[in-house]
């Protein structure tokens, strides 16, 4: 295993280990982070609107069709996309914070075997436990990190993405 097997496949380079070492994100580090999050934000505002305009819609259309007992049913039931729609559109409108936080100790990779609904099989993940921390990584990274040496992880507090990684049994 080498350093650069790890910049490859976690996408980062020298640089930026040593400002992550620091404490510090990077300027593109941190245009990576910020361009994921508005995709997200994005989607959960679209969400929000679009049920709450849905919900105001059937509002304006049955209320003037309905009796006032049927009005109030209808009333509550639209009630609740409102409600889904504000909780979305809050999401999608918050302002994210990226805290980089670092975990050290010895690297235990475990392969974790669920049932996928959605798929109808079973799948595999991998999970990487460093210290308390523990990250959901790629098979082909599985492959390069060594069980059983201690690694120094960077990664961001708020989604545990992993910024970079090194091995610090090996420079020692």
Do not use: W
Not at 9 to 22: G, I, W
Not at 69 to 96: E, M, Q, T, V, Y
Not at 123 to 137: M, N, R
């Amino acid at each position: 295993m080498n350093d650069q097997q790890l910049m490859n496949l976690f996408h980062f380079d020298e640089s930026e280990l040593n400002a992550n070492r620091n404490g510090t994100l990077t300027a593109r580090q941190l245009e990576d982070l910020k361009a994921g999050d508005a995709s997200a934000n994005l989607f959960s505002r679209n969400v929000g609107i679009a049920l709450i305009v849905g919900a105001l819609i059937g509002i304006a259309i049955l209320f003037p069709k309905l009796s006032f007992d049927a009005s109030l049913f209808g009333l509550a039931g639209c009630l609740a996309p409102i409600l889904i729609g504000a909780f979305f559109l809050r999401i999608g409108l918050r302002k994210s914070n990226f805290t980089l936080t670092k975990a050290e100790g010895k690297a235990n990779i475990v392969i974790e075997n669920e049932h996928s609904a959605t798929l109808k099989r079973r799948v595999s993940k991998y999970v990487l436990h460093v210290g308390d921390a523990s990250f959901e990584i790629e098979p082909e990274a599985a492959g390069v990190i060594m069980q059983g040496e201690k690694y120094a992880v960077y990664y961001v507090y708020e989604t545990d993405k992993i910024i970079s990684i090194e091995n610090i049994e090996q420079k020692q």
